[in-house]
């Protein structure tokens, strides 16, 4: 059975591995990404060299506004590494592999749709909390792009404002570093989630969480309203939370009072695997090697 390379590219970590046709995973690594251009593309010559003998074939994941025809990504957010080479022409001069590239956001949403929480839908959005907030469109079992392929990018969209000397502040919603962020300083000692969801009893920390938790609120509940999806998946670490996930659910459905009937509210399925399974299923939509319904 054919194998192909799957690579999820992060800011902090590239994660890949070797997959077939049934998404069954061989030698999964993982490696600090660097952030020096040149020296993040001989990283990638590095990886497709331990397998070149092996594969078909190169699928990637990795955050930007990629265009998934050219795989140029466009992206003022995202590093200099991530925008200095267009890896569908540079991976695939060097390994003489068809190279697919696309967004991570939407590869995990791909995942899901196929093998997660939106396998029984047409139509799906999914939202991810990490460092920042990403975000896909399924639309009739289709990724939704956009015409800049900025679609998805929830994280960008404003909820808010506040005056200060005749000059109004924009804001948006945070992600979970944002939350931490907060915390710390409140508490003046640097904290993550997991102990944050430990010291919910703290009344300033629980303060800090129920504003935060009410942004992230407004934000899916338009995005509800705004697509009617039957579904928002949730991803990112955070989701494996339970009460964040029923908390986040209750808040959503009492701002937005006749919307629970419509569309569900739920924790992705994939976990740490969908960069990876969704870089693939785009790759076999792409080369028609084959073709995921």
């Known amino acids: ?25 061989e030698n999964p690594e993982s490696i600090p990404t660097e952030k020096n251009p040149e020296k993040f593309l001989k990283q990638l010559y590095g990886i497709v060299d331990e397998v070149k003998e092996q594969i078909h074939g190169i699928a990637i994941s990795m ?10 990504n466009t992206d003022f957010s995202v590093g200099q590494n991530f925008r200095e080479y267009n890896l569908k022409e540079t991976l695939g001069r060097y390994s003489g592999y068809p190279v697919s590239v696309e967004n991570d956001s939407n590869c995990a ?3 899901e749709m196929y093998l997660g929480g939106g396998k029984d839908c047409k139509d799906v959005c ?13 639309q009739n079992r289709q990724l939704f792009r956009g015409r800049n392929y900025k679609a998805g990018e929830f994280g960008l969209s404003y909820i808010g404002r506040e005056k200060k000397d005749n000059t109004y502040t924009y804001h ?6 944002g939350l931490a962020k907060k915390v710390s300083e409140a508490l003046g000692q640097k904290v993550d989630g997991v102990y944050i969801f430990r010291n919910l009893g703290q009344p300033e920390v629980y303060r800090i969480y129920e504003e935060w938790l009410e942004n992230l609120a ?31 659910r209750e808040r959503v459905y009492d701002i937005y009072q006749n919307l629970e009937p419509y ?13 990876k399974i ?5 790759y076999f939509n792409r080369y028609k090697d084959r073709e995921v319904k």
């Open 218 to 248: 407004m934000m899916v509940g338009n995005i509800a309203v705004s697509f009617d999806p039957e579904k928002i998946l949730i991803g990112g670490g955070i989701s494996a939370q339970d009460k964040f996930i029923c908390d986040l």
């Open 263 to 275: 569309t569900k509210i739920e924790a992705c399925h994939m976990g740490n695997n969908a960069g």
């Open 63 to 72: 955050g930007g506004f990629i265009n998934p025809e050219t795989c140029e």
């Open 1 to 25: 059975m054919k194998k192909y390379l799957t690579m999820d590219i992060g800011g902090t970590f590239i994660k890949y591995s070797l997959m077939d046709r049934n998404f069954n995973e």
């Open 278 to 282: 969704g870089a693939l299923i785009e």
């Open 172 to 177: 948006a919603p945070k992600a979970t570093s």
């Open 109 to 111: 949403a791909l995942a």
């Open 126 to 138: 999914m939202i991810t909390l990490g460092t920042g907030i990403g975000g896909a469109i399924i």
